[in-house]
Antibody, heavy 122, light 107 residues
């Protein structure tokens, strides 16, 4: 069965960096785009970034552009999110989510991980 | 950016009743670019409907989606105890955005 398992969350001071990982299994990882979606405590959902199946195309929400970098290692079935210059407003549960269609991204999310909490606080 | 508004914010209903959830977009959204998700406390969202009306794999047929343009609806024909949750609509015609959610509460 499809599984996505995030890791790497924790407490970090404003201005510092953190790297999240998402380990995928149960499907052919290298034919799907993968997204990061976040949810601030008690709030709604916010799309963060997407990376194409081969890693050649990446797109970001304006709120994280220039600070976050999405990447993937298809040989290890793993997705990453490098988060720099973190702010208090980046505090959220970060989910990795598989795109709903293989090949060309469709930007809806058919499988989600359980999420990892990032807290930005001094 | 396309802004999605969901109503009502909270919907108190009893098991067995019909739930009708609304999602309105600030500008027209292609029907193929509208999805609905269910989220329970402490859990990740679960895809219910994509393309405005196509049920995702394993979703019971009591869930149905409809609508076009700027007005979309998720209907739960008869609420089961496990259906009490928060429901989000999402558009993905341009940069993806989510609505603020509707909480279906036990009356």
């Amino acid at each position: 069965q499809v599984q996505l398992v995030e890791s790497g969350g924790g407490v970090v001071q404003p201005g510092r960096s953190l790297r999240l990982s998402c380990a995928a299994s149960g499907f052919t990882f290298n034919i799907y785009a993968i997204h990061w979606v976040r949810q601030a405590p008690g709030k709604g959902l916010e799309w963060v970034a997407v990376i194409s199946s081969d890693g050649s195309n990446k797109f970001y929400a304006d709120s994280v552009k220039g600070r976050f970098t999405i990447s993937r290692d298809n040989s290890q079935n793993t997705l990453f999110l490098q988060m720099n210059s973190l702010r208090a407003e980046d505090t959220a549960v970060y989910y990795c989510a598989r795109d709903g269609t293989s090949a060309t991204p469709s930007y809806y999310f058919d499988y989600w991980g359980q999420g990892t909490l990032v807290t930005v606080s001094s | 950016e396309i802004v999605l508004t969901q109503s009502p914010g909270t919907l108190p209903l009893s098991p067995g009743e019909r739930a009708t959830l609304s999602c309105r977009a600030s500008q027209s959204v292609s029907s193929s670019h509208l999805a609905w998700y269910q989220q329970k406390p402490g859990q990740a969202p679960r895809l219910l409907v994509y393309g405005a009306s196509s049920r995702a794999t394993g979703i019971p047929d009591r869930f149905s989606g409809s609508g076009s343009g700027t007005d979309f609806t998720l209907t739960i024909s008869r609420l089961e105890p496990e259906d009490f949750a928060v429901y989000y609509c999402q558009q993905f015609g341009s940069s993806p955005t989510f609505g603020p959610g509707t909480k279906v509460d036990i009356k």
